[in-house]
């Protein structure tokens, strides 16, 4: 069985003809479309503007949102999802999928719970590429605990008065719109609501975060509320109620993030095992001394468990039994299994792995925010064993 | 006017083909498998004078065992409106396709068939040939360009030493060549959509026509494996190489 991209993928009986034709035209266009500028975008830190309206035409903006606003619905299940991640993911330059798909994050809770004015006037331009929406809840405060955040939401006759700010907001330099959580009532999870901030609203501003680890493709911001008016109608779900519009965001991004590190880790294995091959130390192929092979499958073990782990969790979540529990832990399972995967294989690739251009040495400076965005790993465990009744 | 387009199910252009253990064949074991790339280009086209307003229908033919339905939906994704799958079973040869395919002209009687002027498998260039001989159409191969005008196609070929321009009176057969087109992607809600639309089978007897080998297929070898290069030192020992051992130069 070769170790390559595809070949170390198992089988899954969920998929049939018309998910492989989706990977099969996903593929040339990100083969096309993407792959030969991923490494120059990736440096230059930013994706081109008509790359959105590009993927909206083959249907990776809309896919698995209502028909009614331009999305792709019927008779997509929870298999689409997961080829569309990995074949992103397979770029290996992560800041590009983080970007492109940032709308997965903050959309849903517009067509959740939004009102139906609200839904018609920004789905349609964010599924077509034209416009852009991100999701604001973390604060230069704090991320994990999201009870916490201090950003105000003041009512005032029809409006609401915002001040605070937001920060590691991808996406945040382009939006048009920002899903922001603000506190419009007292302390705790209670006191939280949703609303949408438009930014040409006055006294919005941002600016970018530009020198990170890895992500470079991705705007990440700090956006700033200085008195912004929003009017009441803006709120994305009941007043006070932003934090069961926020949990429940999370599984979906948790699966795609999952889904997507455990792809991350088949890259590093085919990048690992092609060098492995190739390279030769002591007089014989790397792939034949001892000591790599078992890295090899130890990394090979790693990702079929994520696989499988991945395989029940959308299986739970296509018959509406899912735990998030399981799913909490499935994306900690997830980030160890590429933590482990892009440390092996630098190490098998040596001194070249270190220099800058290759797949694994992005995959392995993106790691850590996987590992910590989108609910870290201690958090994660956390909610769990709360999940657990520990 | 309706347009006939010939798909077929071969290997996919990125995979390394290889022979199977004992020369009898190419291994096609778990191998992705793909529509033709000049198959492609022809449904593009096809799909293109479609959106010109100049083709009213257009259909996807396959022959082939049961899974080249799927390049027959592939076809039907990037905008094919029906699809005809022929279903024969082991290696069909040229002249046996073109036989089938000429049973499905007669029973669509398009006014334009496009077929891809080679498979990458078995890179014959045969069939729109034969379909030509066999329908008595005229045929426009190796084309880079096709435009209808009235009653006429004018199809600019790609030939040794340049560009040829014909014209041809419709009914006509044209084989694709790479640079007729470059293929959209089918996209996720036209890949849906395809699904749902009408896919008819006939087997060989319904058009008239018995499958029969003229060709046996007699061993499967790998090309041998190219032998590392070296540097020469100097002009001298280049002349010499290419006279006595490449011997491309006396
Ligand atoms: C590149 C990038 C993009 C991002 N994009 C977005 C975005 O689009 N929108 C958005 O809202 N946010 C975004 N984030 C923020 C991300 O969600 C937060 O970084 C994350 O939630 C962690 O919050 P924090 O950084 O404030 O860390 P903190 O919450 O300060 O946590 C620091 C460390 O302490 C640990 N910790 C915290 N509390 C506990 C506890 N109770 N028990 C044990 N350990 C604990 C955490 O696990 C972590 O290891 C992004 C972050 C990055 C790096
Ligand atoms: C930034 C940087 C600066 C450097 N500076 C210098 C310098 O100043 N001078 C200099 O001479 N070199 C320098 N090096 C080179 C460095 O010493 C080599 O990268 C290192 O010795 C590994 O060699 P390699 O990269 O060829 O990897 P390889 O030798 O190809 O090894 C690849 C992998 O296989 C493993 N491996 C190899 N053989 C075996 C075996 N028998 N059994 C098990 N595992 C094996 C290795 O541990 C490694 O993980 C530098 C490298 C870098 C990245």
Redesign the interface.
């Known amino acids: 069985m070769p170790l390559d991209f595809?070949g170390a993928r198992l089988p899954n009986p969920h998929c049939g003809?018309?998910h492989?034709?989706?990977r099969?035209?996903l593929r040339?266009?990100i083969d096309n479309e993407i792959m030969p500028f991923a490494e120059d975008w990736d440096e230059a830190g930013e994706i081109p503007a008509d790359l959105w309206p590009k993927a909206a035409?083959?249907?990776?903006l809309?896919?698995g949102y209502p028909e009614a606003y331009g999305g792709?619905s019927?008779?997509?299940d929870s298999w689409?999802a997961w080829i569309t991640q990995e074949e992103l993911a397979r770029i290996g330059a992560g800041g590009i999928p983080a970007s492109l798909m940032v709308h997965g994050i903050g959309l849903p809770p517009v067509l959740n719970w939004g009102s139906e004015e609200m839904k018609q006037r920004v789905a349609p331009p964010v599924l077509a590429g034209e416009k852009h929406i991100a999701l604001g809840i973390t604060e230069p405060g704090g991320g994990s605990d999201v009870a916490s955040l201090a950003t105000t939401a003041v009512r005032d006759g029809d409006t609401f008065i915002v001040n605070g700010s937001k920060t590691y907001i991808t996406g945040g330099m382009r939006a048009n719109w920002v899903s922001t959580a603000v506190r419009t009532g007292g302390e705790g999870a209670k006191g939280v609501s949703m609303l949408l901030i438009p930014t040409d609203a006055e006294g919005f501003s941002r600016t970018p975060l530009t020198r990170k680890q890895g992500w470079w493709a991705s705007d990440t911001a700090t956006l700033y509320f200085d008195n912004v008016r929003v009017p009441v109608d803006q709120l994305i779900g009941p007043e006070n109620q932003g934090f069961w519009v926020i949990m429940t965001n999370f599984n979906s991004e948790r699966m795609a993030m999952a889904a997507g590190m455990e792809a991350m880790a088949r890259v590093c294995l085919e990048e690992a095992v092609a060098w492995a091959r190739e390279r030769r130390t002591f007089g014989k192929r790397l792939a034949d001394h001892q000591v790599i092979r078992h890295k090899i499958a130890q990394m090979k073990q790693k990702i079929n468990a994520t696989q499988a782990y991945i395989r029940l969790c959308y299986e739970s979540i296509e018959t509406g039994t899912a735990n998030p529990g399981d799913i909490a832990l499935l994306k900690v399972q997830a980030s160890e299994t590429v933590e482990f995967c892009a440390r092996e294989a630098m190490q098998i690739l040596g001194g070249i792995g270190f220099m800058r251009g290759s797949r694994v040495e992005r995959i392995y400076r993106e790691v850590r925010v996987n590992a910590i965005g989108g609910g870290s790993e201690e958090i994660m465990r956390d909610l769990a064993a709360r999940q657990y009744g520990v | 006017m309706k347009v006939l387009v010939a798909v077929k199910r071969v290997v996919d252009y990125n995979v390394k083909v290889r022979a199977k253990g004992d020369g009898s064949d190419v291994d096609l074991n778990n191998v992705k498998m793909a529509i033709n790339p000049f198959c492609e280009i022809a449904v593009e086209e096809a799909v293109r004078l479609k959106e010109a307003g100049v083709a009213t229908e257009v259909i996807a033919v396959s022959v082939g065992e049961k899974p080249c339905q799927e390049q027959i939906r592939t076809a039907l994704a990037l905008g094919a409106d029906r699809g005809i799958h022929v279903e024969a079973e082991g290696r069909i040869e040229p002249l046996v396709i073109a036989k089938l395919l000429k049973g499905v002209v007669e029973k669509e009687q398009p006014q334009l068939v496009i077929l891809g002027k080679q498979s990458i498998d078995g890179d014959n260039n045969q069939t729109g040939q034969m379909l030509g001989a066999l329908t008595n159409m005229p045929q426009g191969t190796f084309a880079s360009e096709i435009k209808v005008e009235g009653e006429k196609l004018n199809v600019v070929r790609e030939v040794d030493g340049g560009l040829q321009t014909i014209s041809l009176s419709l009914p006509a057969i044209v084989t694709t060549d790479l640079r007729l087109n470059e293929p959209r992607y089918a996209s996720l809600p036209n890949i849906m959509k395809a699904k749902k639309k009408q896919l008819d089978v006939y087997s060989p007897a319904d058009l008239g026509v018995e499958v029969t080998s003229h060709i046996t297929l007699v061993r499967v070898e790998p090309p041998a494996e190219r032998q590392a290069g070296i540097k020469v030192e100097d002009v001298a020992q280049l002349v010499d190489k290419l006279k006595n051992e490449a011997k491309v130069i006396s």
Not at chain 1, 57 to 60: N, Q, R
């Open positions: 595809d003809e018309e492989e034709a989706w099969t035209q040339r266009f035409a083959v249907g990776l809309g896919l792709t019927e008779s997509i689409h």
